[in-house]
Each structure stands twice: as structure tokens, then as C-alpha cells.
């Protein structure tokens, strides 16, 4: 059902995952993904928008705190959703490009976990973990507002 609380958590995530693409451009402005930002925030925003939907919108009405557990949980579900998505999209691309050609079916699965831990190292920055945190407490605490005022 939906509810004032899923509407604007699927918003507000959506907006700062989206942020957090433009975030990683500008730490790693030399990477391949950098070229094409749109390519990136799309994705992000996608992505961030159903967890806000489907995770954290229903989970609002239920909790009993500000928000703050709600927004990290929010950001940790985010994060490990885009590294899957992008790490099995570059597996996808690779198998398109004709690059695993004969390879077992294995090597895809173990290749998408390689290109997660590849995705994951560019996260180990500080600065990338406290601004992530610090929107998604910000996110869970005006969806936990919302939930309070609207229900």
C-alpha cells in the first residue's frame, strides 16, 4: 500500500544515491566510470529509489526511534544492492563482448565476485563512509518524520 513515508523515502534515497554517484566521480575522476557520469547516477538513483520503497518506507511505520538505525541500514542495503547490480552488469558486459568465450560457467560467478571486491575497494575511502552515513541517517530521520506525521 502506498503510504506518505514510501513515497518520500523512495525520493530522498533515490536523490542521495544519486549524490553519492556524483561523490565518487569527484573522488575518482580518473576511473573508467567517470567518463560517462549518467551511466552511474541512473543506476544509483534507481536503485537507491526501490530500497527506499520497499525497505525503508515500510520499515518507518514500525520503528520506534528517530530514524538514525533506519537511515544506516538504509545506506548498508543501498550500498551491497549497487555493488551487486554493477558487479553482475560488468560480468554481463564482459560475457557480451565476447571476452569469456569458452570460459565455464563458473568463471562468470567467480569473475562478478572479483569485480565486487574491485567495486568495493573504491568505498574504503573515510570521507565516502561518513558522507554516505551521515544522508542515509538524514534520509531514515525525515522518513521516520513523515511516517510519524502521516500515519
Wanted: with cysteine.
Amino acid at each position: 500500500m502506498p503510504t506518505a513515508a514510501r513515497l518520500v523515502a523512495a525520493i530522498a534515497l533515490g536523490l542521495v544515491s544519486g549524490a553519492m554517484a556524483l561523490v565518487l566521480i569527484a573522488y575518482y575522476p580518473d576511473e573508467p566510470f567517470a567518463r560517462n557520469p549518467m551511466k552511474i547516477i541512473q543506476p544509483f538513483a534507481v536503485i537507491g529509489a526501490l530500497v527506499g520503497w520497499f525497505s525503508l518506507g515500510v520499515r518507518a511505520k514500525h520503528d520506534e526511534g528517530w530514524g538514525i538505525s533506519l537511515g544506516i541500514r538504509a545506506a548498508i542495503t543501498t550500498t551491497f544492492a549497487i555493488l551487486t547490480f554493477l558487479s553482475i552488469w560488468a560480468v554481463i558486459l564482459r560475457i557480451v563482448d565476447d571476452k569469456l568465450r569458452g570460459a565455464r560457467p563458473m568463471q562468470a560467478v567467480l569473475e562478478a565476485f572479483g569485480k565486487a571486491g574491485e567495486f568495493g575497494t573504491y568505498l574504503l575511502n573515510p570521507e565516502i563512509i561518513g558522507i554516505g552515513l551521515f544522508l542515509g541517517i538524514c534520509v531514515g530521520v525525515l522518513t521516520r518524520n513523515t511516517a510519524r506525521t502521516w500515519s
